[in-house]
């Protein structure tokens, strides 16, 4: 196998013959005799200077992004709002089916993170736009560019959501402790706008729309790191929890779902939670090697750490709060702690974070949308300083994402929504069709069978995903809510189409 001697129980060996790194190195030196073939060893060894954002040599690599701030980077793209919805997705799933999915969820992540670090290698770019062009032409700029702005329009609706969710939170708690729905329903001081609507519109209005029309995101540098903080905060906050406070005897654990089709209404979210693709190539572009490896096996070292790190608090935030929580387990997690001074900071805390990170993805979207709208090689999207462009296309941006946010009953919809459409053709589809276009003719049977498995994959899922939210639960346990049930338009697919050849 390509890979064989990268793996870790081969290193292990050669370490216990006496092998030390300095003669793993020469080891790696000479995986041209192994592989068999000049392209097999040119494709894991591919190097800085195929990226033109990068410099002519690793020395200028050195001067980038470690590897353990690469790390830390991906972390903080993939702890965001998903993760409060993963005990929910535990509740209706089961443990054991849970674990499955997040397990393969993980896994198509990893792979076609791969696939984006070897086509952006072989065609010397460092964007999902410029990927597609590479592959297929304007158009598949437009398309990619398209699933960018998708997937960030619904990341986006999921924060201002939770703008409205914690916003209500804490106003009913410093108003005597006043139940968050109550709060949120009363009206405002402002008339004919509920609690939860004015919440939403001041935030946005005074705090998120100045920071979103910064024209680059550098200045949140900083603040991103206080995102993971208050993420990991919250784990340990649940993990304790679960420890030291006893969970109800009379409710069930469920380890299998009662109903099936908890698998296609839920399975979309853990998709969501762990989407970081329209993002990581920015950071495989600054990206240092480490000693020894190449910028693309640094890349692949840097993925694989990160999703087993996002893994683990996965499985610990919802296995820890489905436990403790059974039946009443709420799609916001936060929602079922109790009130009290520790909880308001901790729904405080997630509020600033959630602030601070809605920039980091506006400014992807605005970016892809410049990109359709001017071209990729306007210079308004490169300028570092606030334009009229920038403002045109932040209101638009902003405002559109508000309006449908206020729309949609919670979270859960959000969720299902993106993580049905936009997510499975960013994470599943995308990558390993860009993977083959870009190295058409020089890829073995293997490869391409294994590429085409994850596209039709992504498809299989996208398809029955998508079905299974806008097709009324008729049969449906009332243990497995659909997401999409409240949506005007829900309901559009029958369940039961006429026979062909009948009106």
């Given at each position: 196998?390509?890979?064989?001697?990268?793996?870790?129980?081969?290193?292990?060996?050669?370490?216990?013959?006496?092998?030390?790194?300095?003669?793993?190195?020469?080891?790696?030196?000479?995986?041209?005799?192994?592989?068999?073939?000049?392209?097999?060893?040119e494709?894991?060894?591919?190097?800085?200077?195929?990226?033109?954002?990068?410099?002519?040599?690793?020395?200028?690599?050195?001067?980038?992004?470690?590897?353990s701030?690469?790390?830390a980077?991906?972390?903080?793209?993939?702890?965001?709002?998903?993760?409060?919805?993963?005990?929910?997705?535990?509740?209706?799933?089961?443990?054991?089916?849970?674990?499955?999915?997040?397990?393969?969820?993980?896994?198509?992540?990893?792979?076609?993170?791969?696939?984006?670090?070897?086509?952006?290698?072989?065609?010397?770019?460092?964007?999902m736009?410029?990927?597609?062009?590479?592959?297929?032409?304007?158009?598949?700029?437009?398309?990619a560019?398209?699933?960018?702005?998708?997937?960030?329009?619904?990341?986006?609706?999921?924060?201002?959501?939770?703008?409205?969710?914690?916003?209500?939170s804490?106003?009913?708690?410093?108003?005597?402790?006043?139940?968050?729905?109550?709060?949120?329903?009363?009206?405002s001081?402002?008339?004919?706008?509920?609690?939860?609507?004015?919440?939403?519109?001041?935030?946005?209005?005074?705090?998120?729309?100045?920071?979103?029309?910064?024209?680059?995101?550098?200045?949140?540098?900083?603040?991103?790191?206080?995102?993971?903080?208050?993420?990991?905060?919250?784990?340990?906050?649940?993990?304790?929890?679960?420890?030291?406070?006893?969970?109800?005897?009379?409710?069930?654990?469920?380890f299998?779902?009662?109903?099936?089709?908890?698998?296609?209404?839920?399975?979309?979210?853990?998709?969501?939670?762990?989407?970081?693709?329209?993002?990581?190539?920015?950071?495989?572009?600054?990206l240092?090697?480490?000693?020894?490896?190449?910028?693309?096996?640094?890349?692949?070292?840097?993925?694989?750490?990160?999703?087993?790190?996002?893994?683990?608090?996965?499985?610990?935030?919802?296995?820890?709060?489905?436990?403790?929580?059974?039946?009443?387990?709420?799609?916001?997690?936060?929602?079922?702690?109790?009130n009290?001074?520790?909880?308001?900071?901790?729904?405080?805390?997630?509020?600033?974070?959630?602030?601070?990170?809605?920039?980091?993805?506006?400014?992807?979207?605005?970016?892809?949308?410049?990109?359709?709208?001017?071209?990729?090689?306007?210079?308004?999207?490169?300028?570092?300083?606030?334009?009229?462009?920038?403002?045109?296309?932040?209101?638009?941006?902003?405002?559109?994402?508000?309006?449908?946010?206020?729309?949609?009953?919670?979270?859960?919809?959000?969720?299902?929504?993106?993580?049905?459409?936009?997510?499975?053709?960013?994470?599943?589809?995308?990558?390993?069709?860009?993977?083959?276009?870009?190295?058409?003719?020089?890829?073995?049977?293997?490869?391409?069978?294994?590429?085409?498995?994850?596209?039709?994959?992504?498809?299989?899922?996208?398809?029955?995903?998508?079905?299974?939210?806008?097709?009324?639960?008729?049969?449906?346990?009332?243990?497995t809510?659909?997401?999409?049930?409240?949506?005007?338009?829900?309901?559009?697919?029958?369940?039961?189409?006429?026979?062909?050849?009948?009106?």
């Amino acid at each position: 196998p390509r890979c064989a001697l990268d793996r870790w129980p081969a290193r292990a060996a050669l370490a216990m013959l006496g092998w030390g790194e300095a003669s793993w190195a020469g080891l790696e030196n000479h995986e041209l005799t192994v592989y068999g073939s000049k392209r097999g060893y040119e494709e894991l060894q591919v190097a800085g200077p195929d990226l033109e954002v990068a410099n002519d040599n690793e020395k200028g690599r050195s001067e980038g992004m470690s590897a353990s701030a690469a790390i830390a980077n991906l972390s903080n793209t993939l702890l965001g709002s998903g993760v409060l919805g993963l005990a929910s997705v535990c509740r209706y799933l089961g443990i054991v089916p849970f674990m499955l999915l997040l397990t393969l969820a993980s896994s198509l992540a990893y792979n076609t993170h791969t696939y984006l670090y070897r086509s952006c290698s072989t065609t010397k770019t460092a964007s999902m736009e410029a990927l597609g062009r590479a592959a297929f032409g304007p158009r598949g700029a437009s398309i990619a560019a398209g699933g960018v702005i998708l997937q960030g329009f619904g990341s986006l609706s999921s924060y201002t959501i939770l703008f409205g969710d914690l916003g209500s939170s804490l106003g009913g708690s410093l108003a005597g402790g006043i139940d968050e729905e109550t709060f949120a329903k009363a009206d405002s001081i402002v008339s004919g706008l509920d609690n939860r609507v004015a919440i939403v519109t001041v935030m946005v209005v005074v705090v998120v729309l100045p920071l979103a029309l910064l024209p680059t995101v550098s200045a949140l540098k900083q603040a991103s790191r206080l995102g993971v903080l208050v993420f990991v905060v919250f784990v340990v906050t649940v993990v304790l929890r679960c420890i030291t406070t006893p969970a109800p005897e009379t409710s069930p654990l469920y380890f299998f779902p009662a109903d099936p089709t908890a698998v296609l209404l839920n399975f979309p979210t853990i998709l969501f939670a762990l989407n970081s693709h329209h993002t990581i190539l920015t950071v495989f572009a600054e990206l240092c090697p480490l000693p020894g490896k190449s910028v693309l096996l640094t890349a692949q070292q840097v993925s694989k750490t990160g999703y087993l790190r996002i893994y683990t608090i996965y499985c610990l935030v919802a296995c820890c709060g489905y436990y403790q929580y059974r039946e009443s387990t709420n799609v916001d997690l936060l929602l079922n702690f109790p009130n009290s001074a520790t909880t308001v900071t901790l729904r405080f805390m997630i509020l600033v974070s959630v602030v601070v990170g809605y920039p980091t993805i506006h400014f992807a979207v605005r970016r892809a949308l410049m990109s359709v709208l001017l071209g990729p090689d306007s210079p308004v999207i490169t300028a570092q300083h606030v334009t009229q462009y920038h403002v045109a296309f932040t209101l638009c941006i902003v405002g559109s994402v508000s309006t449908f946010a206020m729309q949609l009953p919670g979270l859960k919809t959000a969720f299902a929504l993106t993580g049905a459409t936009a997510t499975s053709w960013l994470m599943l589809i995308f990558p390993p069709a860009v993977y083959i276009q870009v190295h058409k003719g020089k890829l073995n049977g293997t490869e391409v069978a294994v590429a085409y498995a994850h596209i039709v994959l992504g498809f299989a899922i996208m398809f029955f995903c998508v079905h299974a939210q806008l097709t009324p639960a008729g049969g449906a346990s009332p243990t497995t809510p659909d997401p999409l049930a409240d949506l005007p338009w829900h309901g559009m697919v029958p369940a039961n189409l006429p026979p062909a050849g009948h009106a």
